[in-house]
């Protein structure tokens, strides 16, 4: 840089003209630079409680460009300051003062911490999520005995048109099935409903000696004549093909109705601007469930189903395995409140605080929409009678197995439906209406009903929408974080894990800023 001529009258502490603007100046230490409320006093204070070491994997595999340690605390608080690209993070570790500082004065690659995370801490970002968490809980006193459990959608990192449905594969596969019956019968063979892979290759392998024991050349193409022979072959190992990806679909379907080409781990669920704009477009994503107490997440998982109610057991197990016990009163929107759900919670000892899906409709009193389903015909007595008077005659009982507890199903008829002003809105079916209901399944919604009506489930409901719905909005809305990067589960989960990190070491601060100023 060119020499800069001072003025002396304006600068009289210098006493020469040679004057460089990049001359080595003091202090030499960066963290007097760093102001005193800045998150990353907090982020240290807090990390120090927290043994990062046991996440190190020590290597003779030669050297290490950097030491682990000092990366996952780099990693860390990029996160906690919503910088999640690892191009951002290398760019912040060459001139972010605080990033210059952490690391002490090193420069790694993106691809260095690409290396960490898919390599040294693949599957260790759980137990680390855990760890730091159980700190906050011993450091903040968090109040473990209450959970707010919400969900939403994130998008996958996948092409919105890669989709492939259940029924569409299940139909093909009829359709093939058919084909393949027509073909046997025509050589003869024995036919059957269904075909496997495994079962057509028998007939492919012996079409295939054939066409070599009669030294049949095969041929393709336009203008080429192919023998009856090669036909039949032909004709075999398409089905057989066919017959192998449609099990490869079911494969990756497992209990799924859909999944991507892209990521297989994906399905296709509406997401939240399509449940307000109901335009009825699927996009692939994750199911995001989280557990907040005291504004902390203390629990994070995606899951493959579009719906909440699947969601709510492997959660409350996930975290007793994580913390030991599981939290006395889960507090959950609609859509939780299943019977499943309800007879696990009392099974474990656990407090009905979870909304079932009419609840709100029938404590605004919206009886026009329900004064067709069975439960809004109960009597006081146990008896159901239809809204013009008719009676329900008991029929008969029904065990149902098709959930994690059985139930058994009380089955009823109306006595009368014949010229029915309300035919039409009560009932599809030819006949007289009718109705299967549960009556422990009743019990359960006027357990929950009354807990969440009493004073104290008012509040839970209020801290509820305060606390994992504001959660969520922070994460989509504030940090912009609608969309995975990563594919596949495991890395799914690992990139929420690290973001929640984060989420919780910046509420850290911010409540500690709070306490500050009052």
């Known amino acids: 840089m060119e020499n800069i001529q001072i003025n002396h009258a304006l600068n009289r502490y210098l006493n020469t003209t040679d004057y460089s603007a990049t001359q080595l100046v003091l202090p030499l230490d960066c963290a007097v630079l760093i102001e005193e409320n800045d998150p990353i006093r907090s982020f240290c204070e807090l990390l120090e409680g927290v043994n990062l070491k046991a996440y190190v994997k020590k290597s003779t595999k030669g050297r290490h460009d950097y030491e682990d340690l000092t990366l996952i605390r780099i990693l860390l608080f990029a996160y906690m300051n919503q910088i999640t690209s690892l191009r951002e993070i290398e760019a912040a570790c060459r001139n972010d003062i605080r990033f210059i500082w952490l690391g002490q004065g090193i420069r790694p690659s993106h691809m260095t911490f690409q290396r960490l995370i898919n390599e040294r801490l693949n599957d260790r970002f759980e137990d680390l999520f855990i760890d730091i968490n159980k700190h906050l ?32 594969v299940q139909n093909y596969q009829e359709k093939l ?25 028998p007939l492919k392998s012996a079409l295939y000696n054939d066409c070599l024991l009669h030294k049949i050349e095969f041929v393709s ?17 398409a089905y057989h ?9 079911f494969a990756i379907f497992q209990k799924r109705n859909s999944y991507s080409k892209t990521d297989h781990d994906a399905t296709f669920m509406h997401m939240k601007e399509d449940y307000y704009m109901r335009t009825g477009i699927f996009k692939p994503g994750y199911n995001v469930q989280l557990g907040v107490s005291d504004e902390y997440v203390l629990m994070a998982k995606t899951y493959p189903n579009p719906t909440d109610t699947l969601t709510f057991i492997p959660f409350l197990e996930n975290f007793k395995k994580a913390y030991g016990f599981y939290p006395k009163t889960p507090v959950a929107d609609a859509g939780y409140g299943s019977y499943d759900n309800y007879l696990y919670c009392l099974s474990h000892g656990l407090e009905l605080y979870q909304k079932y899906n009419y609840y709100e409709a029938e404590k605004h009193g919206k009886q026009e929409k329900l004064i067709y389903q069975s439960k809004s015909m109960r009597q006081a007595d146990g008896s159901f009678r239809c809204p013009q008077g008719k009676a329900f005659i008991f029929d008969a009982f029904e065990l149902k197995h098709d959930g994690r507890y059985p139930k058994l199903m009380h089955k009823y008829q109306c006595e009368d439906c014949t010229n029915c002003p309300v035919m039409k809105d009560c009932k599809k079916a030819e006949g007289n209406r009718n109705i299967a209901v549960n009556p422990v399944l009743f019990e359960l919604q ?10 104290r489930g008012i509040a839970l409901r209020v801290q509820r929408s305060i606390q994992s719905e504001s959660t969520f909005g922070i994460l989509k809305y504030n940090w912009g974080k609608h969309r ?22 910046m509420k850290y601060h911010q409540k500690k800023l709070r306490k500050k100023l009052n």
Request: aromatic share 12%; proline share 0%.
């Open 241 to 249: 093909a066919k017959l192998v990806e449609y099990e490869r679909h």
């Open 137 to 168: 809980i011993e450091h903040e006193m968090i109040h473990t005995d209450v959970l707010y459990i919400d969900g939403t959608k994130f998008e996958a990192n996948a092409t919105k048109n890669s989709f492939v449905w259940r029924n569409a």
């Open 484 to 505: 995975f990067t990563r594919r596949g589960t495991m890395n799914v989960d690992n990139e929420l894990y690290l973001l929640i990190i984060g989420f919780n070491l």
């Open 221 to 237: 193409g336009k203008g080429n004549h192919r023998t009856e022979l090669q036909k039949r072959y032909d004709t075999i190992k």
């Open 177 to 201: 099935y058919l084909k393949i019956t027509k073909f046997y019968a025509s050589l003869g063979l024995e036919t059957q409903e269904r075909y496997t892979a495994d079962d057509l290759e």
């Open 446 to 455: 006027d357990l929950a009903k009354a807990n969440l009506d009493s004073q």
